[in-house]
């Protein structure tokens, strides 16, 4: 069974930072596209922000130019820097890796992120 592992969510303060990281088994994360989405209650889960080897990283217009994902291909892991968060990115987020071949999804257990005062 395929496990993505997720850390580093958390309270933060409106305008703090947070980092969460995601690893991923070797023989799924060389060969998919990486991603973080989120859900806050009553909403939908939405993407926030993508990266495939070689291409250029997808991000959420809500997000662009205070979010970024990266990976490190030596440890399977991919990060998402949160900077100047806001109320509304209060949400669960959840790390997801799409094979590139089938489009299968695989998605980890989540964690919560709130942004508060």
């Known amino acids: 069974q395929v496990r993505l592992v997720e850390s580093g969510g958390g309270l933060v303060q409106p305008g703090g930072s947070l980092r969460l990281s995601c690893l991923a088994p070797?023989?799924?994360?060389?060969?998919?596209?990486m991603g973080w989405y989120r859900q806050a209650p009553g909403k939908q889960r939405e993407l926030v922000a993508t990266i495939t080897a070689g291409s250029s990283p997808n991000y959420a217009d809500s997000v662009k130019g205070r979010f970024t994902i990266a990976t490190d291909n030596a440890k399977n892991t991919v990060y998402l820097q949160m900077n100047s968060l806001k109320s509304e990115d209060t949400a669960v987020y959840y790390c997801n890796a799409k094979l590139l071949m089938s489009r299968t999804d695989y998605w980890g257990q989540g964690t919560q992120v709130t942004v508060s005062s």
């Open positions: 070797g023989s799924i994360f060389t060969v998919s596209a």
